[in-house]
Structure formats: structure tokens, C-alpha cells
């Protein structure tokens, strides 16, 4: 069993910053591939980035060049750097440990961006 908590999210302007966090605790963070969804409202869950243990990581086209995801297995947490923010951007963000048929979920942290 894993559990994950969210944390970073907030209210930004267009072409602003912000770095979401996921703290792991409960099972071994390392085997995990940890991935970032986003639940924009009225629409389906997105994909936005993963990391796998071994470090290889994969954004979605929509982020690509704008977002970057990274771990520190010591501190069981993952990161998700947002730069240059759209308003398309704005959701619910979503923390998930993956591993053989097993799969967490945090509980989300609301991003938006407004002027």
C-alpha cells in the first residue's frame, strides 16, 4: 500500500511558474514508475509525465518544452516543474505510483492559471 500526497498547487498568471510536489510513504518509492495526471473541469483524466525507477522519463505533447518531472527516492517525492503556464494548464493534478498490476493515487492538487 502507498500513499501520496500532493502538494504545490495554487492560483498563477499565464507564463508563470510553479513545482508541484507527491510525497510517498507506506511501500519502497524506488520500484515505482510515478507519473502526473490532470483532471481539467468537464473533461477526462490526462496523462501529463512519468518517471520510471530507472530515471526515464516521458512528457505529453501538450507539455513538452514546458514541463519537466523528476524523483529523489531519498526523500520518497516526486516533482512536477511547470514553466510558462496556459490557461489549459488549469486542473487538478494528480500523483500515481505504478508497479506490476499495482496503482496508487493521490488525492490532487488544484492548479490555475488566470490573470
Known amino acids: 500500500q502507498v500513499q501520496l500526497v500532493e502538494s504545490g498547487g495554487g492560483l498563477v498568471q499565464p507564463g508563470g511558474s510553479l513545482r508541484l510536489s507527491c510525497v510517498a510513504s507506506?511501500?519502497?518509492?524506488?520500484?515505482?514508475?510515478m507519473r502526473w495526471f490532470r483532471q481539467a473541469p468537464g473533461k477526462g483524466r490526462e496523462f501529463v509525465a512519468s518517471i520510471s525507477s530507472g530515471g526515464g522519463t516521458n512528457l505529453s505533447d501538450s507539455v513538452k518544452g514546458r514541463f519537466s518531472i523528476s524523483r529523489d527516492n531519498a526523500k520518497n517525492t516526486l516533482y512536477l516543474q511547470m514553466n510558462s503556464l496556459k490557461a489549459e494548464d488549469t486542473a487538478v493534478y494528480y500523483c500515481n505510483a505504478f508497479y506490476s498490476t499495482r496503482q496508487y493515487w493521490g488525492q490532487g492538487t488544484q492548479v490555475t492559471v488566470s490573470s
Open positions: 507506506g511501500s519502497i518509492f524506488s520500484i515505482y514508475t
